[in-house]
């Protein structure tokens, strides 16, 4: 597709099930990145993939959060035993490597949104 | 750390208005700023970037100028308009050039 694209865009779970977020990046974008956006509040990193491997996981809030990259493609972040906490918008982002360097210019999705009763 | 500082919203202005939103960063390195913007039911996208000192990014009438000195990277617009009604963040990269880091967001909104 011609942008990144996230799925679902919304998601309302019960407390304690497990939920798992899709991201599609930008063809040929080696870079991609996972945010979370609480309400009312800013972007937060969660984790970052060059390649399928995550060079940054240092976001990621507790053990209940993974994700994976398939190569440099799709990439998957899985929550687990979901806590009302966890409800916020969800972002992926994508981008271009210059030189081995990370130019800053992100394309992001436009989230999905989880909300936990 | 890495951070960055907005200034808190909504920022409400009369279409035509000059806008400044605020932003300062961490002194950490001589990191890039960017400005991202974030319309009603859009995902974020880049505005504006400058890569070093004195650099000015610019983009749709929006300016921003690095400036070392004040540790700023500040929004303008001479004249805004209703469809600029959006969420502004300032961010920077990291020192380990890996990863953005964002500021909390300012919300513009501009009345007719």
């Known amino acids: 597709g011609a942008g990144v694209s996230q799925s679902p865009s919304n998601k309302v779970t019960e407390k304690g099930k497990d939920v798992e977020l899709r991201c599609d990046p930008i063809?040929?974008?080696?870079?991609l990145y996972w945010y979370r956006q609480r309400l009312g509040q800013g972007l937060e990193f969660l984790i970052y993939?060059?390649?399928?491997?995550?060079?940054?996981k240092s976001g990621l809030p507790s053990d209940r959060f993974s994700a994976e990259r398939t190569g440099e493609s799709v990439s998957t972040l899985t929550i687990q035993r979901t806590q009302q906490e966890d409800s916020a918008v969800y972002l992926c982002a994508s981008s271009l490597r210059t030189s081995g360097r990370n130019t800053g210019e992100l394309f992001f999705g436009e989230g999905s949104r989880l909300t936990v009763l | 750390g890495d951070s960055v500082t907005q200034m808190e919203g909504p920022v409400t202005l009369s279409e035509e208005a000059f806008l400044t939103i605020n932003c300062t960063y961490t002194?950490?390195?001589?990191?890039?700023l960017f400005w991202y913007v974030q319309y009603p039911g859009e995902g974020l996208q880049l505005l504006l970037k400058?890569?070093?000192?004195?650099d000015k990014g610019s983009n749709k009438g929006f300016e921003a100028t690095y400036r070392k000195e004040t540790t700023s990277f500040h929004l303008e617009k001479g004249s805004v308009q209703v469809s600029d009604s959006a969420v502004y963040f300032c961010?920077?990269?990291?020192?380990?050039?890996?990863?953005?880091?964002f500021g909390t967001g300012t919300r513009l909104l501009v009345s007719p």
């Open positions: 063809s040929g974008h080696t870079a």
């Open positions: 961010a920077r990269l990291n020192t380990g050039f890996q990863k953005l880091v």
């Open positions: 993939f060059q390649g399928n491997s995550a060079p940054d």
């Open positions: 002194a950490t390195g001589y990191p890039s």
């Open positions: 400058a890569t070093k000192a004195d």
